[in-house]
């Protein structure tokens, strides 16, 4: 089935998916507040967040927030090619279902 080979083996962790989604959403996001809305610890989300930077996915810049240092995740060109490779995929595994396809 070609959907399934389409889709991105980094993707398939509802870590990083989530976390390229949210970004391709919101532009760049705060470690805090990936961790906030993906709910997960601080240790599983750098481990993921490490892993999308290494394939080139995730730019990371780092500053200061009133006193606090603060790293900020934006997505790089070849993320949002990559997640919308994968959400294309993931529409075409959809398709075939024919789940909600509607007969009515």
């Known amino acids: 089935m070609k959907a399934l ?3 991105d083996p980094l993707l398939e962790h509802r870590i990083r998916l989530g976390t ?6 919101h532009g760049e996001l705060s470690f ?5 809305q993906l709910h997960a610890t601080d ?20 500053d200061f927030v ?13 993320g949002l090619a990559a997640l919308e490779s ?4 993931l529409r075409a595994l959809i398709d075939a279902t024919g789940v909600g396809a509607g007969e009515p």
């Open 43 to 62: 240790g599983n989300l750098g481990a993921q967040l490490r892993k999308l930077e290494e394939r080139g996915y995730l730019l990371s810049t780092k």
């Open 20 to 25: 390229c989604v949210l970004l391709a959403k």
């Open 86 to 89: 994968h959400m294309t995929a």
């Open 5 to 7: 080979t389409a889709l």
């Open 32 to 36: 805090a507040r990936l961790k906030s």
């Open 66 to 78: 009133e006193r606090k240092p603060t790293t900020w995740y934006r997505l790089s060109d070849e």
